[in-house]
């Protein structure tokens, strides 16, 4: 996505001394969206100067404690600095740029903006000034263009101490005050929390509401507040807000009247909330407009909704629920995370939740998934049931056919067998941290699209075939021809599985089990990642097979010291553990070295044996060619010398008298 093209002219850096030069060489140039990305601390920025086209520029994680000089730029539209350890913006600072619309000043260390700072910005629609120490409200009175009315502005996380009777707020849709010390709200005032070194009196740290433009006011936040008094009068004034998070507050007791009768919120957020019910410990509101409640840690026990219920989404989590009564068969997310569930959750008779596609029911206290779990939820995709008590399925617990399941999440509970469900839409599935012993032969066949699987954690998982020769579940894992992702991590296996066959395999997790060689050529070619720590490796072989290797990790092994790591050492190198030699070691005999500087200096293999052989092998045949040259040489010397070397000699033909 991102083009690193050089978009830019010039760019003052000082870097270490000023040098002109191209911003995307120490940034991010995106050129489909013209955008300037810079995150780099080590930067420093002093004038600031763009191409025509460029609309964004995010000067994230920077020290600059003011802003940079802007040369003239019309068409930024957005300018971030978050994170950039800013105490001060001065009064022209955005005068080039007369474009803006959106403004991020997030996570700086801001008191104060100058009145003028913002007039000249005629589009401006967004400000964000979330995490500063601003605490005067005043500072921000009068501070946009005329006529400009903000599509938002973020004030969370300012310790806002200070405002007076005669402070306006600015005009604003989305306004976010969460955890600005506000310590309580009624249909006249918003009143901050005193505090020592500021003015303490009530009518210096109260804001008006007839002060801020309550008629355009679309979304209201008033979050982390902690225990901040919401007054029915002023829900009443904001009947008409479509988003309300006034989480952590303590609410009044007209609240759930408010809510099915006058609210036209759409999404409501109302976790840990202090409240009076009309039926104890049991929520049982929904409002006319409602698509997403929030009613977590509120100590509920009964969640009751009935069909003329709208709602989507319902976060419920960490309360004490043990019961469920939902009727409204639009709601597509459930998250009951944490709560007191022992039986699974049904739906009322005739009841079909045919819209449900998340249902998360982590952390309760279920025991067995029963018979026809899922028969009220057919169109299911994602499930989760993960941290509970689950010892058994019911080999009916999931539909036969026409589940659409993506994910499900069984992990840390207490399975020890399985059935083997028929998912033809499972891409995820979670077994990990349980005390899976086996799996059905046919356990992978009605999992045709599996993509992760995890069976970490599981102690038993291979107890019933200890060797590489016994046959075991494992054997049946090449049915899963679109599996990307195998995590066996912790489970005690002692031998390399044969994976070859994966050909989509991409990340292999072995870590913790008692696997003493590993041989590459049993791992499928396209690995990318492999995790063999805290295994009891002591060779590793053929690993130059594995060409897509990215990430390898061996740490925590009784590697021997040993020509036979020569093969992984491009992959270890790159590892950012690898000098640690608390990790990654490696034993000569009995003494412990640490791995890193053996690495750098280790070399191939060369067989010895094989090395003897050959030795043996040339010595022979070299001695049998010079010995069949030697005889050669002699024969052909012989006849050299019998033919061309021949010369006659006179035989002295006159013998000596031999006396008579
Ligand atoms: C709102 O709160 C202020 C300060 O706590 C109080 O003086 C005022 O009477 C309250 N107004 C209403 C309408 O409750
Ligand atoms: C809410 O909207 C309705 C209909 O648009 C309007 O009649 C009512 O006055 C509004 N309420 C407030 C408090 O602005
Ligand atoms: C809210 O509406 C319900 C039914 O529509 C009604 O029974 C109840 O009295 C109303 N509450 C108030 C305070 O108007
Ligand atoms: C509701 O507010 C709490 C606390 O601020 C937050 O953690 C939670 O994510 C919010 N819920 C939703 C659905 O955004
Ligand atoms: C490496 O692969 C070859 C060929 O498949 C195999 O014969 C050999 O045993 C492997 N090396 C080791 C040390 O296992
Ligand atoms: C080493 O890491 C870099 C960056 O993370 C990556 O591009 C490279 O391919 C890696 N090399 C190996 C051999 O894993």
């Not at 939902?326 to 709601?331: G, H, M, R």
């Not at 994966?502 to 008692?514: E, K, W």
């Not at 010398?641 to 006159?654: C, E, G, N």
Request: proline share 6%.
């Amino acid at each position: 996505m991102r083009n690193y093209i050089p978009i830019i002219l010039q760019f003052l850096i000082i870097y270490p001394s000023t040098v002109s030069s191209n911003l995307c060489s120490y940034c991010e140039c995106d050129s489909l969206s013209n955008t300037i990305l810079c995150s780099r601390p080590s930067l420093l920025i002093r004038t600031v100067s763009m191409l025509p086209n460029i609309q964004q520029l995010h000067l994230n994680n920077i020290i600059l404690p003011q802003p940079p000089h802007f040369l003239f730029h019309s068409n930024l539209r957005v300018l971030r600095m978050s994170k950039c350890q800013m105490v001060e913006v001065p009064t022209s600072s955005f005068l080039a740029l007369p474009g803006l619309e959106i403004i991020d000043l997030s996570n700086n260390q801001i008191e104060t903006l100058p009145p003028t700072l913002l007039r000249s910005l005629k589009n401006l629609r967004v400000l964000i000034l979330s995490n500063n120490k601003i605490s005067n409200l005043a500072s921000l009175e009068w501070i946009l263009a005329p006529g400009v009315v903000l599509e938002q502005l973020d004030l969370s996380g300012n310790p806002i101490a200070i405002s007076m009777p005669h402070t306006i707020f600015p005009p604003v849709r989305q306004i976010f005050m969460s955890s600005t010390r506000i310590e309580s709200i009624n249909s006249s005032f918003i009143v901050f929390k005193a505090q020592d070194d500021k003015c303490e009196k009530l009518q210096c740290r109260s804001l008006k509401i007839e002060n801020l433009d309550t008629s355009i006011i679309k979304t209201l936040d008033f979050s982390d507040n902690h225990g901040v008094q919401i007054d029915i009068s002023f829900l009443n004034i904001f009947e008409n807000v479509t988003y309300l998070d006034i989480s952590d507050s303590r609410l009044p007791s007209e609240f759930e009247d408010w809510l099915e009768n006058k609210s036209r919120v759409r999404s409501l957020n109302i976790s840990n909330c202090e409240i009076k019910l009309r039926e104890e410990d049991t929520w049982t509101s929904c409002g006319q407009h409602l698509h997403s409640i929030d009613i977590s840690k509120n100590n509920l026990k009964h969640l009751k909704l009935d069909r003329f219920c709208g709602i989507r989404s319902i976060f419920a989590r960490d309360n004490l629920l043990s019961s469920l009564f939902i009727e409204s068969t639009s709601v597509e997310s459930i998250h009951l995370n944490r709560n007191m569930f022992s039986e699974f959750p049904t739906v009322p008779p005739g009841t079909s939740l045919e819209n449900l596609h998340t249902l998360s029911l982590s952390h309760n206290l279920l025991t067995n998934l029963p018979k026809d779990a899922f028969f009220g939820y057919p169109a299911l995709q994602h499930f989760d049931s993960s941290h509970n008590q689950i010892s058994e399925i019911d080999a009916n617990a999931f539909p036969s056919i026409g589940m659409d399941l993506i994910s499900l999440d069984l992990s840390s509970n207490q399975l020890s067998l399985l059935p083997h469900p028929i998912l033809p839409s499972l891409l995820l599935l979670d077994l990990s941290s349980n005390n899976i012993a086996t799996l059905d032969p046919h356990f992978f066949t009605g999992l045709p699209m599996l993509q992760q699987l995890r069976l970490s954690s599981n102690p038993p998982l291979f107890s019933r075939c200890p060797t590489s020769k016994s046959p075991c579940w494992s054997d049946h894992l090449d049915e899963l021809t679109s599996l990307i992702d195998l995590d066996i991590s912790n489970s005690g296996l002692e031998f390399s599985l044969h994976l070859r066959h994966l050909r989509t395999l991409r990340s292999l997790l072995l870590r913790g089990n008692d696997i003493i060689t590993i041989d590459a050529n049993s791992l499928p070619d396209g690995l990318r990642t492999l995790d063999l720590g805290e295994n009891r490796i002591q060779y590793t072989s053929n690993f130059s097979k594995l060409e897509k290797l990215r990430d390898l990790r061996v740490d925590q092994n009784p590697l021997r010291c040993d020509c036979s790591l020569y093969e992984i050492v491009p992959h270890l190198l790159n590892q950012s553990q690898v000098e640690d030699p608390t990790l990654y070691y490696c034993f000569s005999g009995s003494w412990q070295y640490p791995l890193y500087p053996y690495l750098v200096s280790v070399r191939p293999c060369v067989n010895t044996m094989k090395n003897f052989y050959s030795i043996l092998i040339t010595t022979f045949i070299i001695s049998i060619i010079i010995v069949f040259s030697l005889v050669l040489g002699f024969l052909v010397y012989k006849k050299y010398v019998d033919h061309s070397h021949f010369i006659y000699k006179r035989i002295s033909l006159t013998e000596t008298a031999v006396r008579l």
